[in-house]
């Protein structure tokens, strides 16, 4: 099984989360001197959430939905997406922009096709930054300038992948790669001649290579039909001739997203703990109904 096992299931839909326990952390160290002085360092840049789906009390359906749900995912072996009601959507102030340092290094169109989403926290003028890696399908929309960008394939419009939260434009140039040599450069050679410059920004589409699929690259050029992404590809997966070199404008308008987002979750325990408490015998029903208490059923947050 790999490591990144992931099941595109929001747990639990039919299973009411009140009670529910948890929300982000950080890990911070604090040193406090003699004196009383602290020094702190902060150990993770950006927070990951915890909750606890137990304390509760569990008719026979909603029990067997959590046995089954825990039983496909193989306890802690699978991921699958959670809604986290204290923060699930955004208004209009999220970003889309690209990843550098997993932060948002440009929020504008650059040139080039594929952009992360993010969720933008503004305190007090301290800005932080959340990548969002499952948006929920038919719940998002985009904005170019302020204007609204249709979902689709045409001109002006543009995907969203709500597997990975990634967004690409419509590309107004493609081009197709003839090879992806494996090299300390990462070298890309196009059948025709690309009128490409240095320091433009392209985004490659390769599903054979996915070290590079859905990444945007600034290159450097190296002839009519060759360019260098400053990448080592040397252990890379092999091109198969299946993909292309893309463009969008450079208008430099801000690209914005508002709607809901999923978390990506495992379950942090390999064992449910319930509690018989009753059975009860409705008249006329054919069977009794055991009610279970949930004591505790921990999940994490997966960063991805």
């Not at 360092?41 to 089954?68: M, P």
């Not at 920004?201 to 945007?216: D, M």
């Amino acid at each position: 099984m790999a490591y990144n096992d992931f099941d595109e299931v929001v747990f639990s839909p039919g299973i009411p989360l009140r009670g529910t326990t948890g929300g982000p952390s950080f890990n911070t160290s604090v040193l406090t001197t003699q004196s009383g002085k602290e020094y702190r360092q902060q150990n993770w840049k950006f927070s990951r959430g915890s909750w606890d789906l137990g304390g509760r009390t569990l008719r026979e359906v909603e029990t067997q939905e959590i046995v089954a749900f825990f039983q496909a995912r193989g306890g802690m072996a699978r991921g699958f997406r959670f809604k986290d009601f204290s923060d699930y959507k955004d208004n209009g102030n999220g970003r889309i922009g690209r990843v550098g340092n997993n932060n948002v290094m440009a929020s504008t169109i650059d040139g080039s096709t594929f952009y992360n989403m993010f969720k933008q926290y503004n305190s007090a003028g301290q800005l932080y930054y959340r990548r969002i890696y499952k948006p929920v399908n038919n719940k998002i929309i985009v904005k170019k300038g302020g204007v609204l960008v249709p979902i689709g394939m045409g001109a002006g419009q543009c995907q969203i992948d709500y597997t990975t939260g990634i967004v690409r434009l419509t590309p107004i140039k493609r081009l197709h790669i003839q090879s992806i040599a494996k090299d300390d450069q990462g070298t890309i050679t196009t059948d025709t001649a690309h009128s490409l410059t240095d320091g433009e920004r392209v985004g490659l589409n390769v599903p054979s290579v996915p070290e590079l699929h859905q990444r945007s690259f600034s290159i450097k050029v190296q002839n009519a039909t060759k360019f260098t992404i400053y990448e080592n590809t040397t252990d890379y997966s092999n091109y198969t001739g299946d993909g292309y070199a893309e463009q969008d404008d450079k208008g430099g308008q801000a690209l914005t997203w508002e709607g809901e987002f999923d978390v990506p979750v495992r379950f942090n325990t390999d064992k449910i703990d319930f509690y018989f408490t009753e059975i009860v015998k409705y008249t006329n029903a054919p069977s009794a109904e055991v009610f279970c208490d949930l004591q505790t059923l921990p999940i994490v947050e997966l960063k991805l």
